[in-house]
């Protein structure tokens, strides 16, 4: 499906909390469990510092929203300001189309426009097809937090990995 990436603005609020209920639902994806509602997504939107920008991915024909990715705070300590922390989240009737590659891809190029150098996240261990997806994109593994999280009654993992996104 050919997809145009911009901005989101307050107007996606509905598409990215279908969106990101939908990750929750796939049980892998996220250590967040309680449904969200529009008015939460609604807050996370308007109290960002515009440097952390969210993009979507709009089907080019239909203009529907079919993913969304964020850039989000590492650590508020002013040294960290190079450092970005990363989020995506592709409507589940949309992944395995490429979208998120182009998503990510395009996510790296803004970010490094705004002056941050590494991109940072968090993956569940069980996620393996976010893993390969993030492996394939070129981030690297950091480490691993053991037991960092309970869901459905079990211990989670969550797995570190990092991108450069400039030459050092
Ligand atoms: C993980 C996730 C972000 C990946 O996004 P996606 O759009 O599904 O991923 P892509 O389609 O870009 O790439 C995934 C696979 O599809 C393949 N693909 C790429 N273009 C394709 C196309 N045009 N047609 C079919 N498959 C394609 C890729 O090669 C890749 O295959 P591989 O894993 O064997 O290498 C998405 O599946 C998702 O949102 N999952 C639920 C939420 C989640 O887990 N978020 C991450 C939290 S850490």
């Known amino acids: 499906m050919p997809v145009k990436v911009r901005k989101a603005t307050t107007k996606d609020v509905p598409a990215i909390t279908e969106i990101f209920n ?5 049980g892998v994806a996220t250590l967040e469990t309680r449904v969200q509602q529009e008015s939460d997504i609604m807050s996370w939107m308007e109290n960002r510092d ?6 979507v991915a709009e089907d080019a024909a239909s203009g529907k929203v079919c993913g969304y990715v964020s850039l989000n705070k590492f650590n508020f300590k002013s040294a960290y300001t190079g450092v ?4 995506i989240y592709i409507g589940k009737e949309c992944r395995g189309q490429g979208i998120g590659h182009i ?3 395009e996510l790296a190029e803004e970010a490094k426009k705004e002056g941050f150098y590494k991109l940072v996240l968090n ?5 393996t097809k976010a893993l390969k997806f993030y ?3 070129g981030y690297s593994l950091v480490g691993v937090y053991k037991d960092q999280g ?5 211990w ?3 797995i570190i990995m990092e991108k450069f996104l400039i030459e050092k």
């Open 150 to 154: 309970i869901l459905n009654g079990e």
């Open 22 to 26: 939908q990750g929750i639902e796939a």
């Open 123 to 127: 993956v569940i261990s069980k996620n």
């Open 103 to 105: 998503l990510l891809e």
């Open 135 to 137: 492996e394939a994109l």
């Open 84 to 87: 970005a922390d990363l989020s």
């Open 156 to 158: 989670v993992d969550a």
């Open 50 to 55: 515009p440097r952390y920008m969210v993009l």
